[in-house]
């Protein structure tokens, strides 16, 4: 069944759980590129692991992406997500020349846009895709990806463990604002949404 076949009305543990961590593994395999999908609540979890996989030669380039005016932009920071995880990188020790900056995107479709044009300007033949967020954001970074960049590379999908909203935890929280099931369920249903209205690629959900 594709996302936009799913009823957004009534959806249980079992069923929300299948349409945001289905088939969501890191399979170990290296990459160019990995795009580092930017938050500002959530952002410490995605540089970790955007360094270890740097750190352990499975990625050579960064693609940091996030701008100062998107959702988690709770106290109001100037300065862009990006930026932010620039600037920590760094500090780890991480080569500059390896870093890509995309500090304009508000969202995650704007994410995938801005960063889709990015590599299309580099002009290279990229065969596999480095993605790195948060577990439960990880499936409509691919489907972005997929409907704004290329839909048939391999992407490794490499999930960044908050220890709250991941696939082993999300339910144990109550549902109350950012909450490990707030975030999950909010998930959910933004892929059937946004499925239905054709702005990603519509995944199959087994």
């Not at 960064?62 to 862009?80: D, R």
């Not at 990006?82 to 080569?95: H, P, Q, W």
């Not at 990015?118 to 790195?132: A, V």
Request: glycine share 6%.
């Amino acid at each position: 069944m594709k996302l936009s076949e799913i009823s957004i009305d009534n959806l249980n543990d079992r069923e929300i759980e299948k349409i945001v961590f289905s088939n969501i593994e890191d399979n170990g395999k290296s990459a160019k590129y990995g795009i580092v999908f930017g938050s500002y609540t959530l952002q410490k979890y995605r540089i970790e692991t955007a360094f270890k996989m740097y750190n352990e030669g499975r990625v050579k380039k960064l693609i940091l992406s996030g701008g100062s005016g998107g959702i988690s932009n709770k106290n109001n920071q100037k300065i862009a997500e990006a930026d932010i995880m620039k600037k920590i990188l760094l500090e780890k020790g991480i080569n500059e020349q390896d870093l890509i900056l995309e500090n304009t995107s508000n969202s995650t479709i704007e994410n995938g846009i801005n960063v889709a044009n990015i590599l299309n300007d580099l002009k290279e033949d990229i065969h596999e895709l480095m993605l790195i967020s948060s577990e439960f954001h990880l499936k409509r970074c691919m489907a972005i990806m997929k409907k704004y960049y290329k839909e048939d590379i391999e992407y490794i999908l490499v999930p960044a463990k908050d220890g709250f909203a991941d696939k082993e935890n999300w339910f144990l929280s109550e549902k109350v604002y950012n909450s490990g099931r707030n975030l999950v369920e909010f998930e959910a249903d933004l892929l059937i949404k946004y499925a239905k209205e054709n702005k990603i690629y519509d995944l199959e959900i087994k």
